[in-house]
């Protein structure tokens, strides 16, 4: 069983950076992990996802080059480092986690694991 708590999100202005946060419990070492997000209206679309301890990396097209996640092992933490903010990133941010050894996906169902969400608003 892992559990996952999001921090980090808030209220920016465009071209600020925030950084979110993701505290993962009962994580293995071969988990891939994901950022999603869902904006009102919208579907929950895939963000960013990384295989615990990397240093494989995916991105979605919109936040490539912007956005950037990575773990820390020693924290048990996943993060988004997120820069150069756009109002249309705005939307509740969640972390997910799969299946031990199961691949890096960008599809939502392929994850097992979802935080409760933290929310990021960019203002124009």
């Known amino acids: 069983q892992v559990q996952l708590v999001e921090s980090g999100g808030g209220l920016v202005q465009a071209g600020d950076s925030l950084r979110l946060s993701c505290v993962a419990s009962?994580?293995?070492?071969?988990?891939?992990m994901g950022w999603f997000r869902q904006a009102p209206g919208k579907e929950r679309e895939f963000v960013a996802a990384?295989?615990?301890?990397?240093?494989?990396?995916v991105y979605a097209d919109s936040v490539k080059g912007r956005f950037a996640i990575s773990t820390n092992n020693a924290r048990n933490t996943v993060n988004l480092q997120m820069s150069s903010l756009k109002p249309e990133d705005t939307a509740v941010y969640y972390c997910?986690?799969?299946?031990?050894?199961?691949?890096?996906?960008?599809?939502?169902?392929?994850?097992?694991?979802w935080g409760q969400g933290t929310q990021v608003t960019v203002s124009s």
């Open positions: 997910a986690a799969g299946m031990p050894y199961g691949r890096l996906s960008q599809v939502s169902r392929d994850y097992v694991y």
């Open positions: 009962g994580r293995t070492l071969s988990t891939p």
């Open positions: 990384i295989r615990w301890g990397g240093p494989v990396t």
